[in-house]
């Protein structure tokens, strides 16, 4: 198994489990179960690109779901695809990791699908599929971790991780600044230290700490999961007697960055989030714990990769753009999400 199957498969074996280090058992985790909001798919409307065309059959594939992003993603997609009545939906097991997803996927294009939508195990190591899906006249919708070869997807539709470690920073760095902080010591829990998305975020993050005259002090890596937020939140209270803000990448983690900041009582700093769950928002909202903030990474965009594939499918490009095709990348941005305006945003939230 890959290193990044044996990081998937930690992964799923870590949420499975309720009972947390000390007794600390965490709830309020993102349902996997949990419908998408109206927000999250867009119905099809009358008029437009939303008129029927040609029937088109879309396969898609994600990987298991482990925590509550990734469950929004499929739930979107299976949900958007429902909306269109020319759109027949076809969806197979992503296995435990990138060689048993490629296997799947050989079943897929044997079955000759109008696209495939595709959220890889890995980017990198699935850039081979997409190219042999391609080559065999199958257009390839790669959503979120990225192949790193143009050609091996008709279209590219992902989050801005870059843009959430700007976001984050730019958000932490102007709070100190109002709070006149000296020598600010800011903590770092990134989420699967091997994933590009995770090294993009982190470089954002820095970066922009950097043209504040900032740094991270200690970082401390989890897993995705609520439990390795807990155990990684644990690891830098341990380290850093003092902290004044800590960004936690991603908001199911951070259930279990707030149980250990409840078991540690280590409340003197404030934090900011990332993805924008449902809890998240109504954590923000409430205003009592030391969440302050998240910033976007929104498995809405399942959803648009439906609607695009769709697109793709019947060829048609985006009634709002003068082209006569769908865009071939496509970047959502990262939006700060505070006390101010989470009511706006809870709509969204997975």
């Not at 949420?15 to 349902?31: H, M, N």
């Not at 197979?92 to 195990?121: F, M, N, Y």
């Amino acid at each position: 198994m890959t290193t990044q199957g044996r990081d998937l498969s930690r992964r799923r074996l870590l949420f499975g489990g309720a009972a947390l280090s000390a007794g600390v058992v965490l709830a309020g985790c993102t349902s996997n179960e949990t419908a998408p909001t109206a927000a999250q798919t867009k119905g099809a409307e009358t008029g437009g690109n939303s008129e029927p065309g040609k029937k088109v059959t879309i396969g898609f594939s994600a990987p298991a779901a482990d925590h509550g992003w990734i469950a929004a993603i499929t739930n979107n997609a299976k949900a958007q695809a429902g909306a269109y009545a020319d759109v027949e939906f076809k969806s197979v097991e992503a296995g435990a990791d990138a060689a048993a997803q490629r296997a799947a996927l050989s079943t897929l294009i044997s079955q000759k699908p109008d696209v495939i939508v595709l959220l890889p195990h890995d980017g990198k190591e699935l850039n081979a599929f997409g190219l042999e899906a391609m080559k065999a006249g199958i257009p390839v919708v790669n959503l979120d971790r990225a192949f790193p070869d143009a050609r091996a997807y008709r279209l590219q539709i992902k989050g801005d991780n870059y843009g959430m470690g700007v976001a984050a920073a730019t958000y932490i760095a102007e709070q100190l600044k109002a709070k006149g902080a000296s020598n600010p010591v800011i903590g770092e829990i990134p989420g699967i230290d091997s994933l590009e998305l995770t090294q993009e975020r982190s470089k954002g993050f820095a970066d922009t700490l950097a043209s504040y005259g900032l740094k991270v002090a200690n970082r401390r890596p989890a897993e995705f999961t609520a439990d390795s937020g807990q155990q990684a939140a644990t690891g830098l209270f341990q380290a850093l007697p003092k902290i004044d803000a800590v960004w936690n990448h991603d908001d199911d983690q951070g259930i279990g960055v707030l149980a250990a900041v409840n078991q540690a009582n280590r409340k003197e700093f404030f934090m900011v989030g990332g993805a924008g769950s449902k809890k998240a928002m109504e954590d923000i909202k409430a205003d009592n714990t030391v969440l302050k903030a998240t910033v976007t990474y929104s498995p809405s965009m399942a959803s648009s990769a439906i609607s695009l594939a769709r697109l793709i499918g019947q060829s048609r490009g985006m009634s709002d753009l003068v082209e006569l095709q769908v865009p071939k990348e496509i970047v959502l941005a990262s939006e700060t999400i505070t006390k101010e305006n989470a009511s706006d945003y809870l709509k969204l939230g997975f």
